[in-house]
Nanobody, 112 residues
Framework: QVQLVESGGGLVQPGGSLKLTCAASRSNFGAYPMYWYRQPPGKQREWVASITPTNSMHYADSVKGRFTISRDNAKNTVYLQMNSLKPDDTAVYYC??????WGQGTQVTVSS
């Protein structure tokens, strides 16, 4: 069983920044692609960003140029640096490991 624990969410004003962290309990973390998804209120969950085991990164068009995904395999951790946040970025953010495991989510609210 793998546990993924997200943290770093909160309330931030438009234009602000947050850094989300997802810590995994699995020891061969570096072998897995990692993903960030989000679910805005009343909407379906959507893919935000991904990073492969070889550090190839991909982003949804809605966050490209504002969000950065990174990983630290020594710490079994993936990050999502979010800059220039907008109210539309308000959502519960989830990390995913490979094709199977999901975290419990962390709330991000962008509001003045």
């Amino acid at each position: 069983q793998v546990q993924l624990v997200e943290s770093g969410g909160g309330l931030v004003q438009p234009g602000g920044s947050l850094k989300l962290t997802c810590a995994a309990s699995r020891s061969n973390f570096g072998a897995y692609p990692m993903y960030w998804y989000r679910q805005p209120p009343g909407k379906q969950r959507e893919w935000v960003a991904s990073i492969t085991p070889t550090n190839s990164m991909h982003y949804a068009d809605s966050v490209k140029g504002r969000f950065t995904i990174s990983r630290d395999n020594a710490k079994n951790t993936v990050y999502l640096q979010m800059n220039s946040l907008k109210p539309d970025d308000t959502a519960v953010y989830y990390c995913r490991m490979g094709t199977t495991w999901w975290g419990q989510g962390t709330q991000v609210t962008v509001s003045s």
